[in-house]
Nanobody, 126 residues
Framework: VQLQASGGGLVQAGGSLRLSCVASGRTFSRYAMAWFRQAPGKEREFVAA????????YYADSVKGRFTMSRDNTKNMVNPQMNSLKPEDTAAYYC????????????????????WGQGTLVTVSS
């Protein structure tokens, strides 16, 4: 599978961005999807995830109430809507697809995902 992430950019604190990740192939609807982010000099960290149906979503505490994850299985697309952005949200954002076997308790771990997009850069100015 190929994952193509887009939508990053420069935004002022308090602003919004909507990222997109489009997956190739016909099996998108079978897999959980997630977004991670990596700031310079830091580890890649979990941001949000959605189950294959999109009925359940999970968020890192740092983005709860500000980010909303959605997916459209008819378009092979997953989108986090990011509102009330803060300078500490500045990072490269990566979408990822879970492997075929996973636990809902493990969606926040990088090891759950076996396919990654190339990243899109989000910069939030103060």
């Amino acid at each position: 599978v190929q994952l193509q992430a887009s939508g990053g950019g420069l935004v002022q604190a308090g602003g919004s961005l909507r990222l997109s990740c489009v997956a190739s192939g016909r099996t998108f609807s079978r897999y959980a999807m997630a977004w991670f982010r990596q700031a310079p000099g830091k580890e890649r960290e979990f941001v949000a995830a959605t189950t294959y149906t999109g009925l359940r979503t999970y968020y890192a505490d740092s983005v709860k109430g500000r980010f909303t994850m959605s997916r459209d299985n008819t378009k092979n697309m997953v989108n986090p809507q990011m509102n009330s952005l803060k300078p500490e949200d500045t990072a490269a954002y990566y979408c990822a697809r879970a492997g075929s076997q996973y636990s809902l308790d493990a969606l926040q771990y990088r090891s759950t995902y076996d396919s990654w997009g190339q990243g899109t850069l989000v910069t939030v100015s103060s």
